[in-house]
């Protein structure tokens, strides 16, 4: 065993393996970069060097910095993590040339599986089943124009050195491939430093199932069973669990022995994945293609490690150091079910838009990592910590573990709705929402299923107006009540020796501008109406560390709720979900001017990668105008009205924050 590693890498899984170093007592190294010198993962470690600026290109994808420091602190081993330097196998040479041993495959197994058309090659020869497609060397367009003509449409193009989604289109018809084969090689080019991309059948109904793979310096080699990985969004994944839903003994093992032919076809030696795409044909039953070998340690692998017991990053550290495998096949053995979930800091109502911001609140589900039956919480993140645009907008992963799926559903709905974040956009309840569909409960999966559930996916408001409008009044005068003194002439709370007094709320709601009239009773009771809502309130203050906690009654409703107030935004939580609404100061409103018509802003920080529009243009509503960089994602910018484009205020390559406006349209 080592007795010091340096991880290369950042976030949630630096923090995942310096925990499992310090519980084997092995000194862990972190590096950062100017983004992340106060950053969970550095106080994680024992050690942290600096290696550089902000964006991943000056700091985390500089493996020379990454080596020269592991040599200055007298690190033996490097866990490179996932993303980044995680597949190069430039950096696992350069850690074997330096004398370091890299906690991972050999350079050789990276470069044979990091190329997908040649491991499709490998792939065949080895006898594991291929999807239909073009995999060749020769990427001259019209060459792959003709290629998915052949193999026909829906198409699917992905960049051959790719992976988490990015460089992958499905095209529909033939004369849209030009336009998503450009778009795919630009992405491709930015994320990988290739532009080369194959063309594959895109499987109808498809699930997306994988098997962990493990191999020693020994030449053994297990399988841990499978993830089905299904649920997905832009081609990344949203849920995750282990085993897969529906899968039979003779099938699991069909695939755990394909899944471990591909390992031992390139020698591979650590923690892998073997991704295959399932066909689920009307006539039954289910066959598999080979789709991906990724050769790292994989963002999912808590379920495998909630469904086996084991500690799969002690598995890395102990093969690498050159210990065989800690298991036999015949020892391995599936208990529970286990499901995961991707806590991102973005917006689901909106395609999924990357946010970025501080986590003014961020409150945790109680957890006990490692043990069955439980939630587990993986971040790398604390309250008051920023998000930033120059990394994935993950922020947590919520793991949880049953008995059963129907027992790791509820646990998973319940550990959801315990969790408070405020100060970004996130998907907290729209994996509720998944979590409850009809599709995900009845495991009715396949990788459509968030498009074919979208009527209960997306838009859902389950606070309700009464109660969010209730909670915003309550939580005020809960506040009002402790910052002002007993004096009665001081007090907001309406006390007058006779009459009723009304007190006026002005809120916003969902875009919906409304007021709510609060009356105080001759007896001391509160009588809360808004539009045709109207009755009785009553809430009693409740424990909380911090924000307002309640016990709240009103329109025959009552809930614990509890809430945050920033600046006028109240966030509102309960078991029913969260929502938030604006409580408008009306002076401070009363002189804006309303928003000019025709701008086109930035949804978001990040970088213009290109216009499809020039000065002088006519456009539509919905057309395509621009290209946008965030978060490693590429995202097109519409016209929100029909207009003349009068000027571009940026160039492509230009850096832009939030809110910008990009160009000028003339509207009319």
């Known amino acids: 065993m080592f007795t010091k590693i340096l991880i290369a890498n950042r976030g949630e899984i630096a923090c995942r393996v310096a925990a499992t170093a310090r519980r084997l007592g092995v000194r862990s190294v972190a590096v950062y970069s100017d983004a992340d010198a106060s950053a969970k993962h550095v106080a994680a470690c024992d050690e942290a060097v600096h290696i550089g600026g902000s964006a991943p290109k000056d700091s985390y994808l500089r493996w020379e910095r990454i080596i020269e420091a592991a040599k200055a602190t007298g690190a033996q081993a490097i866990h490179p993590g996932y993303g980044f330097l995680s597949e190069n196998d430039a950096f696992a040479n350069a850690c074997a040339e330096a004398g370091i041993a890299f906690i991972g495959p050999p350079a050789s197994a990276i470069l044979a599986m990091g190329l997908k058309a040649e491991s499709k090659q490998l792939m065949e020869k080895a006898g594991v089943p291929l999807v239909p497609g073009y995999h060749g060397s020769d990427q001259d367009p019209s060459l792959l124009q003709r290629e998915a003509d052949r193999i026909g449409y829906p ?5 051959s050195a790719g992976g988490g989604g990015k460089g992958m289109r499905v095209v529909e018809k033939s004369e849209d491939f030009a336009a998503a084969l450009a778009s795919c090689q630009r992405e491709a080019r930015n994320s990988f430093g290739s532009d080369a991309v194959l063309i594959e059948k895109y499987v109808q109904r ?22 089905d990985c299904s649920v997905q969004r832009r081609h990344q994944k949203v849920l995750e669990e282990a085993p897969a839903p529906g899968m039979t003994p003779e099938l699991r093992a069909q695939m755990g022995a394909a899944a471990v032919a591909a390992a031992k076809a390139v020698n591979y030696v650590g923690a892998g994945t073997v991704e295959f795409i399932v066909e689920q044909p009307p006539e039954g039953g289910m066959r598999f293609y080979f789709m991906e070998m990724n050769t790292r340690l994989q963002v999912e692998h808590p379920v495998t490690e909630a469904i086996t017991g084991l500690d799969l990053v002690e598995w890395q ?26 806590i991102c800091a973005e917006t689901p ?50 793991i949880v573990h049953g008995a059963t799926r129907e027992e790791a559903l509820a646990r998973m709905d319940a550990a959801l709705a315990e969790t408070r974040i405020v100060g970004l956009s996130t998907n907290v309840q ?15 999966l396949d990788t459509a299923l968030i498009p074919r559930e979208a009527a209960a996916l997306f838009h859902q408001d389950k606070v309700g107006k009464p109660l969010a409008v209730a909670a915003a009044v309550a939580q005020t005068l809960l506040t009002e009540r402790a910052a002002e003194s007993a004096d009665p002439f001081s007090r907001r709370d309406g ?32 009588h809360l109406a808004f539009g045709d809502v109207s009755g009785p309130l009553a809430f009693d203050a409740l424990p909380a ?3 307002t906690r309640m016990d709240l009654r009103f329109s025959g409703q009552r809930q614990t709720v509890q809430t945050w107030q920033v600046i006028e935004t109240v966030h509102v939580f309960c078991a029913l979900g969260a929502t938030q609404i604006v409580e408008i100061d009306a002076l401070a409103h009363a002189g804006e001017a309303a928003a000019e018509g025709g701008r086109l802003t930035a949804p978001m920080p990040g970088k213009v990668v290109s216009f499809a529009v020039k000065a002088g243009d006519a456009v539509k509503k919905g057309q395509a105008l621009a290209v ?16 003349t484009v009068a000027e571009l205020l940026y160039a492509p390559g230009d850096q832009v924050n939030e809110g910008a406006e990009l160009l000028k349209l003339a509207v009319g």
């Open 206 to 227: 498809p699930r997306h199932i994988e098997i962990q793979v493990f191999g020693d310096t020994q030449g053994h080699c297990v399988y841990l069973f499978e993830r």
């Open 628 to 643: 946008m960089e965030a978060m490693k994602m590429e995202h097109t910018i519409a016209a929100p009205v029909d207009g």
């Open 155 to 159: 198409a699917l193009i992905k960049a």
């Open 430 to 444: 729209f994996l509720r929402h998944v979590v409850n569909s009809r599709s995900f409960a009845q495991a009715d």
């Open 349 to 398: 109502d909106n395609n999924f838009l990357p946010a970025t911001g501080t986590l003014t609140v961020y409150r945790k589900p109680a957890c006990s990592a490692f043990e069955r039956g439980v939630v587990r919480v993986d971040d790398g993140v604390r309250e008051g910590d920023t998000i930033s645009p120059f990394y994935d907008s993950m922020v947590a992963k919520l």
């Open 545 to 547: 560390e911090t924000g």
């Open 495 to 526: 006390w007058r020796p006779h009459g009723i007094t009304v007190r006026r709320f002005d809120f916003e709601y969902q875009g919906e501008s409304m007021l709510a009239h609060l009356s105080y009773l001759h007896d001391g009771a509160l």
């Open 317 to 342: 550290l102990r093969v690498a150091g050159g210990e065989p495998l800690p298991l036999r096949q015949e020892d391995l053995h599936i208990h529970g079910h286990a499901i995961e979930a991707r």
